[in-house]
């Protein structure tokens, strides 16, 4: 886990994505479940939240975790993540 500052070229990286983000999101069409930690310090959870409404597909789903940070199959409460993933695959097989 990485609790330092983040490289300048991942940054840029970050926020260009962050930028072409909206207008490339609604050409994904597939099923799309988006994990994330409430207390992420890396990604801020309104990314996550916007890019569920601008996403194309009609199967999209949130996850939200309280006090979970960037990594979330790397928290004490893991199992409950990958139970959640297995949970909506399983679903859509």
């Not at 990286?13 to 930690?37: K, Y």
């Not at 199967?59 to 199992?79: A, S, T």
Request: proline share 8%; aromatic share 4%.
């Amino acid at each position: 886990m990485h609790h330092g500052r983040v490289p300048a070229g991942i940054g840029r990286a970050l926020l260009q994505v962050g930028e072409t983000m909206p207008r490339r999101a609604p050409a994904l069409t597939a099923p799309l479940l988006v994990l994330h930690g409430t207390d992420d310090r890396l990604i801020p959870i309104e990314g996550s939240r916007r890019l569920v409404e601008c996403v194309g597909s009609a199967d999209v789903q949130l996850k939200e975790y309280p006090g979970l940070y960037h990594e979330v199959f790397n928290e004490p409460e893991r199992n409950q993540v990958l139970d959640d993933v297995v949970a909506w695959l399983t679903e859509r097989l």
